[in-house]
Structure formats: C-alpha cells, structure tokens
C-alpha cells in the first residue's frame, strides 16, 4: 500500500476531481484495475457449450466465410445470401477462429476482449464529465451488471453495438456539456497527412464514428437509438439549437458524413454485389418488419422490459428508483443538468422505443443498461460522499428492499438470467441445487454490509468494496457452475462428440426435427443430414437401407421416430441422452428396393452431352449436360428439356440432395424454377456408390409476355435449407451463390 501511494504521489489526490487533459497514474491504475478484474470475471470457465441458437449460429458465419475465402459477404451453411446482420462480430472473431483450432473459448475471446475495450473506454470518457471517482464505480457497476456480463461473454452481435453506443452517447454529451478549453485542439491523421481540429469538434465526428461501426455491429439501431436519446432531450428541454442550430448543425453534417464513410463501404459493396435483393432482405425485412412484428418473433406487453431491467442490474436495480430522484436533484448549475437530462434521455428514448416495437426479445433492451449503470453509479459516488442522514438511511432501506423482491423472482426462476442470450424460454433448466443457498448468503451478506455501514462510518469506509467483491464472487460461481449446466440445455454438442466416439468411421447420421438446431450444424461442419418431421418418405428412405446410422431426436418426436423405424423394420438403441434430446444407433431391416432406379442409372455419358464438371460438397459432380427438346434459342411459351449427369465421388454420400433449378432473365421478370428429388426420388444420393452415374430430368419453361432478351438456367443441389457448395468454383461459372450457370438461353421475339 506505502508503494502505491509513494508511486501515485500527488495523483492520489485527484480521485475527486474531473480529468482536464491526459491521463494521470490514478487513471491508469484504475484501468489497470478494470482490465485485470474484467479480464479474470469474464474469462472463469470460459469454455462452457456454445448456446443455441446465437452462439454456434454465428461462429458457423465466421468459419464458413474463412473457408471460402471471403469477407465482406458471409457465408452460412453453403450460401452467401447470410443477410440478417451485418459483418463487424464476424470480421472480430475471423482472427481468431482463422488462426487458432475452434473451440468455446476461442469463439467467445474476441467479445470478450472488444467488452473490456469499452469498459475502458467509458471510464476514460466519464473522467471529462464527471469525477474519476464516479466513472471507476460506473466502470465496475457496469462490468458486474448481469445483462452485461452475459453479452459479454456471448457469441452475439449485441455487446459490440451496446458498447460503440454507449461511447458514441458518451462522445455526444463531451461534445456538448463536457468543460472543455474553446481553444483545446486535437490532431487527427499522420504527421504531412493530418488536420488539427477543436477538441470538442473531435468528439461529435467521434460520436458519429462510433456509431458508423454500430451500422457494421447491428444496422439501423445505430441512427435510431442515439435518435431516440436526441429527440426526449430537445422534447424535455426545448433545446433545438442543440441540433438544428447552424453551429451545430453544420458540424453533424460533416459528422454524418464520416457516420456514411465508416458505415458505407461495406454496404455499397453489399448492394452493388448482390443487388436489391440484399436490400430488400436486411433493410426492409430485418429491420421494418421487425419493429413491425410481421417477423414471428416473441411479443409482450411494454411492462415486460421494466422486469427485464431488475434482472440486467441485479443487485444494482435496487437504486435506480433513487438514483433517478437524485440524479435531478444535485447540482442544478444549467450545464451540469443538461449533461444528466441528456444521459436521462439516453435511457427514456431508447427504452420507450424497444418497450413499443412489436419484436422483444429480452436482450433487445440491452442498449439502455450502460446508461443505467452509469446513473446508479453517480448515485453511489454521491451516497458514498454524503453523510448518511435519515433520508439516505431510508433510500438504503427501500433499496434493499427492492433488491430483495427482484432476488425472489431470481431465486424462483434463475434461468431469467439465461434468457438475456437465448430465446428458447420454453425450455426447463437443470437442477441448482447450490444456486438459492450461495445467492441468499451473498446476497444477505450484501444486505447486512449495508445495515452496518449505515451504523458505522468507519466500515463505510471499505464497504462499497465489499459491495464490489460479493458481487464478483457471486458471478464466479454463476460461471463456475451454473452457466455450464444451463448451457448443456441448450446444446447438442454431447450427442455429437457420443456420435462421433460410437461411430469412429462416421456413418450417416442425422437429425429428426422440424428445423435444424444451429449446434448440430455448426460441429458437424454441415455434415450432418437434417430429416424435417413432417416429411416421412424422405425419414423413411434415409433409414431404410443396410449398415447402421444414427439420428438425433428430441424427446416430443421420439414415439413417432421409433414408430417410422418399427415400420421398415429397424432396430435402435438410445447411445446417449442429454436433456430433452437422444442420439439413435439406428440398425438391421431390409434394403428398399427402387423398382425404378435403373431408368436412371447409366454406365456412360451419352455423346453430344456438353462438358461442365462442376463439383458440389466434394461428394456429387455435375459432369455434363445435353438439351433433349428445344435448342438454346427458344420463343416464348416454349419448352426446353435437358438431361444433366451426375456422379458420386464417395460412398456413404450424407445428404438426400434435391435438384434445384431456377429460370432468371436479364430483366429479372417472371423466374420459373423446377425442383425435383434426385432421380426424381428413384436412386436417392444416400444410396449411391462411389462412381454411380445418374441422369437427371430437368424442365425449362419459358414464361410468354415476359421482357427478358435471354433466360439462364441455374441450377445445383441442396437438402432442405442446406445449399451444397459448388468446391470448385473457380473452373465453373456460376453466381456466386451456388447456383451454376448452366446453360443461356436467348429468347426469340
């Protein structure tokens, strides 16, 4: 301790002051001390089961643009049409999943990271606004802030926005209140290359820049969630000089333009890449129909977000009540209560707007907890500073006393906290058994730190850090033990790594369920067949062959999984269960017999067929093709019918693909497509043999009144959501989106 002190020197002194310049050793023990204890919080037990359905959803994006090469477009599950959300969680975990092997740790370290970036950006940008002291105890409310400290250690695209926003919201309110010299300037740019600005200027342009990678963090939400904050602060204050003043004006619109320089390379690229189809999917759909509800996304009444909050702050929800009050009833100086109506707008206006959207997932409300986390810690800066009169001693009372009916609803239902990062709030949790004991000491320890410190000013002193610490060892335990039991609930990964220990040489396996979790498809790297359970002839002829094979059921599904293997006559034993799900060993039976599969299968390529060889999934080949009826010139109305041939290039091909063919003119009017089973249905690509050679029917209609000058024919494979990708996609000429090119077609008028 004599060391610190000797080393901080004269610093020491400035824990109530304000930063005016640079960074002193008070500031720099202070980050020291967000990082070390973020960084060992954060990172407990780190490698826990990536959650459904973000987690493995997301890291799938990141590893599948990785293996093909790309970066501005991402890929998913063999298409580069993932549209839903912008690149900038992909392109931070690109590093990492490109370099090292892939594991949950190595996932979840990027935001992890990014996380304690912002922490120490926000104490750095409150120390200009407010005390050094008060922006350490907003830092470390925030960093043990429940909905935080979830997103933060979560393969999701929200803590990345949340954290650019509360910077940007930050920046905003230096450029506007904070006490800054007219004459202090900042130089932005190299040496010959740079330009020297007012350093309150700096910080608007920087507020714009923050939420131009908020538009590559999470779209939209970065214009209209500052928005929201701008428009309750000039409705509570009647301030429009604020924006719509010249002086002010002037500089948003060069602000806005570096927002445009940030935000709009990749979006540019996007729309020139991909066309109005990108713009369609992730403007209009993603984010209009969204707020709209027309999206099938959980809905709730306004009131919904007001729990969600308890739980995000837990225990620190207990002040926000009072932190409000006295947020507006300190320092009445116009400057200094315009600074807190404006953070107060940053949390009124975003909330009301996500509270009213028709789309409410719990984690939707997450952009408004940085701001209550810094309102609470003014609070407790001011509680600390004050002398605990009968008024302060009552706020305690009635703050405990919320903590603790907040900490009944955890205690009765602990997976809230869960469903921050996940939207399967219909599933059950495992048991805790160790969860209400170590909560209610904690917690009740927390209680009685402050029924003592109200009684002793000389335990007030050391009380806030008792606060602190059992806060943090309540969230080691919660990391310890909890997370990684709940996760297994929500994971399928057990049942792939007891598949892949059952079944060394890998036999088909796959997947009975009315969509395909986000796990599965994630560690079987798309190797893993998806057998929709309302489609029983494609269960049937996936099962009904020789061999063994394994299928991943949930537990709804399991009387009608085994009543279709009772019907072609296979047996099955459960290898491994984890809740809710099991993993078959499907064996025995009889071989169907396809009376009609020789109609289709050939010895050799009929002459005349034109050469294309385009591989898909490194299991099927696309050899050659030849027109049958018609010719490439046709009129309209007319039919074209063409053969194509394919080849197996493995045995024990994992997929029963479909033929997709789609019809597009240069004009865009009036596509026609022809999907058809492989074969149509009669040899499934299940059955095949390496080498097995098979012909295909394809039918080309060409609609009349249409205005295309030419149509061409794409065409490739898929198995219900999953597009095969075509391997080499360098020899053949194709889209871009797995669809090969496979013949033009000019249409005579």
Known sequence: MQFLTTWLGQDAATLNDRRAGRLNKLD?????????????????????????????????????????????????????????????????????????????????????????????????????????????????????????????????????????????????????????????????????????????????????????????????????????????????????????????????????????????????????????????????????????????????????????????????????PMAIYRFFHSDSEGNALKLRLFLFSAFVGPFFFLAFSSTKFHHYIAPVVPVLAIIVGYYINGLWNAKWGLSRKLEILTGLFIMGVVARDIGDKFMVWMYMVTFYQERTGPKLPAFIPVMATVFALFGLTFLIAIYSERFKKWALGILFALTASFMIYFFFDAMPKIATWYSYKPLWDAYEKDSPERAPIAQYYKWLEKSLSFWSFNEITFLASDKEQAVLRFFDRPGVQYAIVKNPDKKRFESLMKRVNKNFDVVAKVPQNFLYKVYGGNKKEFGNKDKYIITSIPEGAIRVGAVFDNAVELVSYRILQGDTTPKEGELVRIEVYFKALRDNIPRDYTVFVHVEGDMRDKRTKDDQPMAMGEYPTTFWKKGDMVRHPITVRIPGDNKNNYYWVLAGIYQEDIRANITNYQDVEHDGDNRLKLVKLDIQR
């Open 28 to 320: 720099k023990l202070f980050l020291i001390c967000i990082v070390v204890i973020g960084a060992i919080l954060y990172m407990v037990k780190l490698n826990y089961l990536l959650v459904d359905p973000w987690e493995s959803h997301y890291s799938q994006v990141t590893w599948e643009t990785i293996k093909h090469g790309a970066f501005g477009r991402l890929w998913y599950q063999g298409s580069n049409r993932f549209w839903s959300k912008p690149p900038l969680l992909f392109w931070l975990q690109m590093p990492f999943i490109g370099t090292l092997p892939i594991t949950e740790f190595v996932c979840r370290l990027p935001v992890v990271l990014f996380s304690l970036g912002i922490l120490s950006g926000v104490y750095m940008l409150l120390t200009r606004l407010f005390t050094r002291k008060m922006a350490a105890i907003s830092a470390f409310v925030m960093m043990m802030s429940p909905m935080y400290f979830q997103l933060s250690r979560q393969v999701m695209v929200d803590l990345p926005f949340i954290g650019l926003n509360i910077l940007a919201i930050l920046c905003a309110a230096l450029y506007f209140f904070g006490d800054i010299d007219e004459d202090e300037t900042v130089r932005v740019g190299f040496k010959k290359f740079g330009i020297t600005m007012s350093r309150r200027d700096f910080y608007l342009y920087l507020f714009y820049f923050f939420e131009g990678w908020g538009f590559l963090a999470k779209g939209l939400l970065s214009l209209i969630i500052p928005g929201a904050a701008f428009f309750i602060y000039m409705l509570i204050t009647a301030d429009f000089a604020a924006f719509f003043a010249w002086r002010n004006f002037k500089k948003h619109l060069i602000g806005f333009g570096v927002y445009l320089l940030v935000s709009m390379p990749w979006f540019i690229y996007m729309w020139v890449d991909a066309g109005y189809e990108f713009i369609n999917e992730f403007i209009i759909y993603h984010h209009f129909k969204r707020v709209q509800g027309d999206i099938h996304k959980p809905n709730d009444l306004w009131t919904l977000y007001l729990r969600v909050l308890g739980y995000a702050l837990f225990p620190w929800c207990a002040f926000i």
